[in-house]
């Protein structure tokens, strides 16, 4: 058996058993043409979250374009070495190994906040072009959702049908006047949410060294519920509980 073989069966064993099956599971899976989004303060672990789903989806054969609104997009780059790192870990292969054969169906574009967002879907389109038009997933990380006009969600929740993927965003509140509810959720996302199909708030608990997940939004129900998986501090990752 060939190391490559190998190395899909260890991918295939960490896919099967990994804790965005109980995530998927919670909120019903992200389905082509919808949009996802993972909602807390600032320095909670979005990125860190954003990126282990991402390389989920990279692990299995899928292609990922990545957007970052940070101007550090090292932030984001690490953030994908520290995951592989953890596969490499499971695999039995060296890090740079595994970030070499699951990278390369990921594309990270970098944006500043304020760019349009008829920009940012036409540079993707672009994008979708090149890699021969089967990108799964958009990432849109650090979009600035709260302060956005309702015509630009409408258009990225049609733009996530009209390519036939799903569009997952990690939202900081952004209004000062904001107010947060006890799942880390801003009342500032309401008017938005006709246009959301998934919203997880995280909030940090101190007391059990997690940062708690809770679904606002899932299967066209807005009814709370805690989620089986959070993040571990340590590495920002998803584990179940």
């Given at each position: 058996m060939s190391a490559n073989t190998n190395a899909s069966m260890n991918f295939r064993d960490i896919i099967k058993n990994s804790p965005l099956r109980v995530f998927d599971k919670s909120i019903g899976g992200?389905?082509?043409?919808q949009l996802g989004v993972l909602v807390s303060r600032s320095g909670t672990g979005k990125t860190g979250c954003i990126?282990?789903?991402?390389?989920?989806?990279?692990?299995?054969?899928?292609?990922?374009?990545?957007?970052?609104?940070?101007?550090?997009?090292?932030?984001?780059?690490?953030?994908?070495?520290?995951?592989?790192?953890?596969?490499?870990?499971a695999t039995g292969k060296s890090s740079e190994d595994v970030y070499d054969e699951v990278s390369r169906n990921r594309v990270i574009l970098s944006f500043p906040s304020?760019?349009?967002?008829?920009?940012?879907?036409?540079?993707?389109?672009?994008v979708m072009e090149a890699q021969g038009?089967?990108?799964?997933?958009?990432?849109?990380?650090?979009?600035?959702?709260?302060?956005?006009?309702?015509?630009?969600?409408?258009?990225?929740?049609?733009?996530?049908?009209?390519?036939?993927?799903?569009?997952?965003?990690?939202?900081?509140?952004?209004?000062?006047?904001?107010?947060?509810?006890?799942?880390?959720i801003p009342d500032t996302i309401d008017p938005y949410m006709d246009y959301i199909d998934v919203l997880v708030g995280l909030k940090t608990d101190e007391k059990a060294e997690r940062v708690r997940m809770t679904i606002a939004k899932a299967d066209g129900k807005t009814d709370l519920?805690?989620?089986?998986?959070?993040?571990?501090?340590?590495?920002?990752?998803?584990?179940?509980?």
């Amino acid at each position: 058996m060939s190391a490559n073989t190998n190395a899909s069966m260890n991918f295939r064993d960490i896919i099967k058993n990994s804790p965005l099956r109980v995530f998927d599971k919670s909120i019903g899976g992200l389905k082509n043409g919808q949009l996802g989004v993972l909602v807390s303060r600032s320095g909670t672990g979005k990125t860190g979250c954003i990126v282990h789903i991402a390389t989920d989806a990279l692990m299995q054969g899928k292609k990922i374009v990545h957007v970052s609104f940070s101007e550090n997009v090292k932030n984001t780059i690490d953030w994908y070495r520290e995951v592989f790192k953890q596969i490499a870990a499971a695999t039995g292969k060296s890090s740079e190994d595994v970030y070499d054969e699951v990278s390369r169906n990921r594309v990270i574009l970098s944006f500043p906040s304020s760019s349009p967002i008829e920009s940012v879907l036409k540079t993707i389109s672009a994008v979708m072009e090149a890699q021969g038009g089967d990108v799964s997933t958009v990432i849109l990380d650090g979009y600035r959702l709260t302060v956005a006009k309702i015509d630009d969600i409408k258009a990225v929740k049609d733009y996530a049908k009209e390519k036939g993927i799903n569009i997952w965003a990690s939202v900081t509140p952004v209004r000062k006047e904001a107010k947060i509810n006890e799942y880390g959720i801003p009342d500032t996302i309401d008017p938005y949410m006709d246009y959301i199909d998934v919203l997880v708030g995280l909030k940090t608990d101190e007391k059990a060294e997690r940062v708690r997940m809770t679904i606002a939004k899932a299967d066209g129900k807005t009814d709370l519920k805690s989620m089986k998986v959070s993040l571990d501090p340590m590495t920002m990752l998803i584990v179940e509980n």
